[in-house]
């Protein structure tokens, strides 16, 4: 089945795939670097040309998990379907925490599913992450040291990493930044430079924070109709 997700063509008909066939982004990372925490950094650092929803990167750094544990070989997409490998240590907490969190019961979790379910706070989980590692420094108020300010991306090691590797148009990096609308179209040629695996989960990636995005609309009509009624309008 040939699918066109916001100007991106490709085919997602059923077939197994492990590989991103990006060998940029695998020979770029150390055990402790991630895509999501590429994609967190990156996000609070780069130029968006929009701020990111806490909502739409969460369900954006659970598909970034999901390409790093299929790169890693700890789970196959098939057919849509996520089917894990043996569990090991992946030398990354979270992504450790990400396999262990696969569900391994036939007829396996489903990408979209895998999303939502993984999504859920995730955003607030790498971000007191970061934090804790000095990576992401939580100013404080001057006049209100009790209060606490806007986070900021520190100087270090994993913000240059980051910073390089969405400098050099890496396209899984791209791709998910794209889906998580932190930018408005992903790269022309995403398809041609990565493989089933990306393009199946960047997918279901951009679905997700379109339907999330749908309910948020809903919720706001449905709140100012509310708030409407009460003021008698």
Known sequence: MVVVCRGLRYDRSPRRTTSWTVTAAATARESDVTTARDLLLVSMDGPADRPAEQGD??????????????????????????VPGPPRDLGEPRLTEAASALARQAPYESVEDWLWRRGRGLYAAYLATLEAEGSVIREHHRWLPGRTGRTRVADSPDRRRAMERW?????????????????????????????????????????AVTELAAERQRRSIEDAAFDNVWRGQ
């Open 167 to 207: 400098a050099s148009g890496e396209p899984v990096l791209a791709g998910l930044a794209a889906a998580a609308r932190l930018y408005d179209e992903p790269p022309e040629d995403l398809a041609d430079r990565t493989g089933d695996a990306v393009l199946t989960v960047l997918s279901a990636v951009d679905d």
């Open 57 to 82: 990167l969460s369900l954006a750094l659970a598909g970034a998990e999901l390409l790093d544990l299929a790169d890693a070989g700890v789970v196959d997409l098939d057919g849509g379907r996520v």
